[in-house]
C-alpha cells in the first residue's frame, strides 16, 4: 500500500516538473474569430484553412521568435454581438497575444473596439467594409484583405471602358452591402458611367425574383452584385434561371465568384466578371507552392482570396512581432506599419496612415466553370488615398 | 399607367404568388403537425433541409430528379418516424414546452450533421425544367410555374385526403377528440406516429422542389422556417385554408411591397401583419376561437 502512495507521489511530481518546464517554452497564442457556422460557413473555413496552413509553416521553421504559434478558434456565427464576448474571452481569458478576424464586417467592427479596449493587435483577413481603414480605422487594427474601394477603384473604371456605361446595382443590406455598392456607384460615375438604380436586399434573402422587375424595368446594361455566401450563389442561379445574361453583363465583388460557390451555381456562374487580389491560377511560383499546400488542407478545394489573405495575416504577424523583437502591442505597430511581403498573390505592402495593405487586383472572367485572369491592375493605382486620420 | 401595372406590378404579383406558394409548401407540414398532435416541431425547416441533401445525392446516383424526390421523400419519413418514436412520443401528455426544446435540439442535431455528412459548402440541385416561356414581356421559367401547378396540386390533394378519405377523417378525429377515436377502437399513437411522418415528408418534398431555387446548405432550414411560421400564426395554427391564404398574403406583402418601400421593410411588414393578427384574432384568419 504503501509503496503505491510513493509511486502516485512520483508521478505526480513528474507531472509537476513537466508541467513547469513545458510552461517555460510559452506559446504565442492567436485567438481566431470566424464564421463556423451558419451562412459565411463556407467562407470561414477558408479563414481556418488558410490560417492553419500559415501557422504550420512559421511554427516548422520554428515559431515566432522561437516560440511556437498555438491557435484559439471561436465561432462567431457572423454575430456582431456574440463577437464581442468572444473577443474578450479570448483576452481575458485565454490571454491571446494576436486577434486574427473576422468574415461579416459588423463583427469586424465589434472585434475592433475590443482590441482597441485590450490594445492588442488585430489582423483583419476577410472583411472588405471600407469604415474598418476608412473613418473606424484603429492603431491596433490592419487590413490583410483588401477593401471595397479598391475593388471599385479597380473594376469600376474597367467596366466602364470595357462592358457599357449604364449601371444598376444590387446589394447586401447591411455594412459590407451598402459600403460596396456606394463605393461602386462613385467610382462609375466618376469615370463617365451613370447609375439606373440601386437595390438592398435583406441578408438571407431567398427569393430574388421580385427584384428582378425593378431592374429589368430600368434596363442597364451592367449589373453590380455586392452580395456573399449563400445569397450570392442563389441571385447569381435566379438571374440566370430568368435569363437575364443575355439581357446584361453581370459583374460584382469577388463574393460572387467564390471558389467555394461555383461548383453549386454550375452553368449559372458562366460569363460573371469580377475582380479580387488573390485567384488561384494567379502565375507565380510562390502561388504554385502556396496552392499545392492548401489543397492538402482544404481537401481538394482551391483557394480563394479569403484564404489567401488569411494565410498573410499570419505572416505578416509573424514578420511583425521577428522585426519588433517581441510580441507587444506598441512595438508591434510600429513593426507592422510599412511592412512588406512578397506572397502567394504578389508583393503586398502594410500603408502606415490607414493600415491597409496595398496589392494589385486583378479583373476575372468565369469561362467553362473556371476563373480566367482577363486584366490586371497596379496595387498603386487603386489603393486611393488615406482617408483614416486617427494618428 | 397600363403600362406600368401589365410590366412592373403584374409579374410582381405573379412572383408574390409563387414565393407565398413555396411558403404554404413548407407550411403545410408544420400546420399539419401542429393541428393534429399540437406539437409546434421545431426541427421541420431542418427536415426540409436534409431532404434537400438526400435528393442532392440520390440525383448524383441515379441522375433522375424525380425519383431522387421520391427516394428522398421516404428516407425523411422514415428519419420522421424514429424522431416520433425516439423523441416525442415520450412526451405527449406532458408540457407543450418539452416537445418544443426537445424538436429545437433535433434541428440543431439535423444542422450539424449535414455539416459533417456533406461539408460547409453549398451544393446545387438541378432543376429538371429548363428553360422559360414569355409572360407579359418577362422571361417566366418554367420550373417557377411548375412549382406554382405542383404545389397547388399537392395542396389540394393533400385536404382532400383529410376531408374525404377515410384515414384523413380518422387523423381530423385525433387532432379533435382523442379519447373519443381510441374509444372507438383506433389506436391513436399510430395515428400521431402517421401524422409526424407525413409531415416529414412533406418538409423533404418542400425542401426538394426549393432546392433548385434557394441552392441546398445546412441552414436553409433556418432561412426558410422564420416566414413559414409567420404563415401558420396568421392562418391559423393548425388550419389548412389558413396556411394557404396566409402565405400568399405574406408573399404578396414582401413581393409587391418591394416595388415601392425598401425590401428589407417590406419583409419586416410580415411580421408587423402578424403582431396586428395576434392582437386582433389572436386564433389566427382560420384559427378556431379558442384553441391554444
Given at each position: 500500500m504503501k509503496k503505491m502512495h510513493i509511486g502516485c507521489i512520483i508521478v505526480l511530481l513528474g507531472f509537476f516538473i513537466f508541467s513547469q518546464a513545458s510552461g517555460q517554452q510559452k506559446t504565442v497564442k492567436i485567438g481566431v474569430l470566424a464564421p463556423i457556422s451558419g451562412t459565411y460557413a463556407g467562407v470561414g473555413a477558408h479563414e481556418l484553412w488558410g490560417i492553419q496552413l500559415a501557422v504550420d509553416e512559421v511554427n516548422e521553421k520554428g515559431g515566432i521568435l522561437g516560440r511556437k504559434i498555438e491557435l484559439i478558434p471561436e465561432d462567431d456565427e457572423a454575430n456582431a454581438t456574440l463577437v464581442v464576448r468572444k473577443a474578450t474571452k479570448l483576452i481575458t481569458q485565454d490571454n491571446v497575444d494576436f486577434l486574427v478576424g473576422t468574415v461579416h464586417s459588423g463583427a469586424t467592427l465589434a472585434i475592433m473596439s475590443v482590441a482597441e479596449k485590450y490594445k492588442i493587435i488585430h489582423m483583419v483577413p476577410v472583411s472588405e467594409a471600407t469604415a474598418i481603414t476608412e473613418e473606424k480605422c484603429s492603431q491596433y487594427t490592419f487590413r490583410a484583405a483588401g477593401n471595397a474601394r479598391m475593388q471599385a477603384n479597380a473594376l469600376g473604371p474597367w467596366t466602364v471602358e470595357n462592358l457599357g456605361k449604364k449601371f444598376y446595382f444590387i446589394g447586401a443590406d447591411y455594412a459590407m452591402g451598402w459600403a460596396g455598392v456606394n463605393t461602386m456607384e462613385e467610382v462609375v460615375i466618376?469615370?463617365?458611367?451613370?447609375?439606373l438604380g440601386k437595390v438592398f436586399a435583406p441578408l438571407g434573402t431567398t427569393d430574388f425574383a421580385s427584384y428582378l422587375g425593378k431592374i429589368k424595368a430600368a434596363n442597364p446594361q451592367v449589373l453590380f452584385i455586392n452580395i456573399a455566401g449563400n445569397d450570392a450563389l442563389r441571385i447569381v442561379t435566379q438571374l440566370d434561371?430568368?435569363?437575364?445574361?443575355?439581357?446584361?453583363?453581370?459583374?460584382?465583388?469577388?463574393?460572387?465568384?467564390?471558389?467555394?460557390?461555383?461548383?453549386?451555381?454550375?452553368?449559372?456562374?458562366?460569363?460573371?466578371?469580377?475582380?479580387?487580389?488573390?485567384?488561384?491560377?494567379?502565375?507565380?511560383?510562390?502561388?504554385?507552392?502556396?496552392?499545392?499546400?492548401?489543397?492538402?488542407?482544404?481537401?481538394?478545394?482551391?483557394?480563394?482570396?479569403?484564404?489567401?489573405?488569411?494565410?498573410?495575416?499570419?505572416?505578416?504577424?509573424?514578420?511583425?512581432?521577428?522585426?519588433?523583437?517581441?510580441?507587444?502591442?506598441?512595438?508591434?505597430?510600429?513593426?507592422?506599419?510599412?511592412?512588406?511581403?512578397?506572397?502567394?498573390?504578389?508583393?503586398?505592402?502594410?500603408?502606415?496612415?490607414?493600415?491597409?495593405?496595398?496589392?494589385?487586383?486583378?479583373?476575372?472572367?468565369?469561362?467553362?466553370?473556371?476563373?480566367?485572369?482577363?486584366?490586371?491592375?497596379?496595387?498603386?493605382?487603386?489603393?486611393?488615398?488615406?482617408?483614416?486620420?486617427?494618428w | 399607367m397600363g403600362e406600368y401595372v401589365l410590366y412592373t406590378l403584374l409579374p410582381q404579383i405573379f412572383h408574390g404568388l409563387v414565393l407565398g406558394l413555396s411558403l404554404a409548401l413548407i407550411a403545410t407540414g408544420l400546420s399539419l403537425v401542429f393541428g393534429v398532435m399540437k406539437i409546434v416541431?421545431?426541427?421541420?425547416?431542418?427536415?426540409?433541409?436534409?431532404?434537400?441533401?438526400?435528393?442532392?445525392?440520390?440525383?448524383?446516383?441515379?441522375?433522375?430528379?424525380?425519383?431522387?424526390?421520391?427516394?428522398?421523400?421516404?428516407?425523411?419519413?422514415?428519419?420522421?418516424?424514429?424522431?416520433?418514436?425516439?423523441?416525442?412520443?415520450?412526451?405527449?401528455?406532458?408540457?407543450?414546452?418539452?416537445?418544443?426544446?426537445?424538436?429545437?435540439?433535433?434541428?440543431?442535431?439535423?444542422?450539424?450533421?449535414?455539416?459533417?455528412?456533406?461539408?460547409?459548402?453549398?451544393?446545387?440541385?438541378?432543376?429538371?425544367?429548363?428553360?422559360?416561356?414569355?409572360?407579359?414581356?418577362?422571361?417566366?421559367?418554367?420550373?417557377?410555374?411548375?412549382?406554382?401547378?405542383?404545389?397547388?396540386?399537392?395542396?389540394?390533394?393533400?385536404?382532400?385526403?383529410?376531408?374525404?378519405?377515410?384515414?384523413?377523417?380518422?387523423?381530423?378525429?385525433?387532432?379533435?377528440?382523442?379519447?373519443?377515436l381510441s374509444a372507438l377502437g383506433f389506436n391513436v399513437k399510430i395515428v400521431y406516429s402517421l401524422t409526424f411522418v407525413m409531415g416529414s415528408a412533406l418538409a423533404a418534398v418542400g425542401g426538394i422542389i426549393l432546392g433548385p431555387i434557394l441552392a441546398v446548405y445546412t441552414t436553409m432550414g433556418h432561412d426558410i422556417i422564420l416566414s413559414a411560421f409567420a404563415v401558420v400564426i396568421v392562418g391559423g395554427m393548425g388550419s389548412f385554408p389558413g396556411a394557404v391564404v396566409a402565405s400568399i398574403i405574406i408573399g404578396e406583402v414582401e413581393s409587391v411591397g418591394s416595388l415601392w418601400i425598401p425590401p428589407t421593410i417590406a419583409k419586416t411588414f410580415t411580421f408587423v401583419i402578424m403582431a396586428i393578427i395576434l392582437l386582433l384574432k389572436p386564433e389566427g384568419l382560420f384559427g378556431e376561437p379558442g384553441a391554444e
Open positions: 466618376k469615370h463617365g458611367g451613370t447609375s434561371e430568368f435569363g437575364f445574361k443575355k439581357l446584361m453583363k453581370i459583374t460584382g465583388a469577388p463574393a460572387i465568384i467564390d471558389t467555394n460557390l461555383l461548383p453549386a451555381m454550375g452553368k449559372a456562374s458562366e460569363g460573371l466578371i469580377s475582380v479580387g487580389r488573390y485567384f488561384y491560377p494567379i502565375d507565380r511560383p510562390q502561388n504554385k507552392r502556396f496552392v499545392e499546400k492548401f489543397l492538402k488542407y482544404s481537401k481538394g478545394e482551391y483557394p480563394n482570396q479569403y484564404s489567401e489573405a488569411s494565410y498573410e495575416a499570419i505572416i505578416f504577424l509573424t514578420m511583425g512581432a521577428e522585426k519588433a523583437g517581441n510580441t507587444e502591442s506598441e512595438k508591434m505597430i510600429k513593426a507592422l506599419e510599412g511592412l512588406s511581403f512578397d506572397g502567394p498573390q504578389g508583393f503586398t505592402t502594410i500603408r502606415p496612415g490607414d493600415h491597409q495593405t496595398i496589392r494589385d487586383k486583378y479583373i476575372v472572367e468565369i469561362k467553362n466553370g473556371k476563373i480566367q485572369i482577363i486584366g490586371k491592375r497596379d496595387g498603386k493605382d487603386v489603393i486611393g488615398s488615406n482617408l483614416c486620420n486617427k | 416541431n421545431f426541427s421541420h425547416g431542418e427536415l426540409c433541409m436534409l431532404g434537400a441533401y438526400v435528393a442532392y445525392s440520390a440525383f448524383l446516383i441515379i441522375q433522375n430528379f424525380w425519383l431522387a424526390l421520391i427516394f428522398s421523400t421516404i428516407i425523411i419519413g422514415v428519419i420522421g418516424l424514429g424522431i416520433e418514436f425516439l423523441a416525442i412520443r415520450p412526451l405527449y401528455g406532458k408540457n407543450p414546452m418539452f416537445s418544443l426544446l426537445v424538436t429545437f435540439g433535433i434541428s440543431m442535431i439535423l444542422v450539424e450533421s449535414a455539416r459533417i455528412i456533406w461539408g460547409p459548402n453549398p451544393k446545387e440541385l438541378t432543376a429538371p425544367l429548363k428553360g422559360f416561356i414569355n409572360l407579359a414581356g418577362l422571361n417566366y421559367p418554367f420550373y417557377r410555374l411548375f412549382l406554382l401547378c405542383f404545389t397547388i396540386v399537392l395542396i389540394t390533394g393533400i385536404w382532400i385526403f383529410l376531408n374525404k378519405t377515410r384515414y384523413g377523417v380518422i387523423i381530423q378525429g385525433a387532432s379533435q377528440d382523442r379519447e373519443m
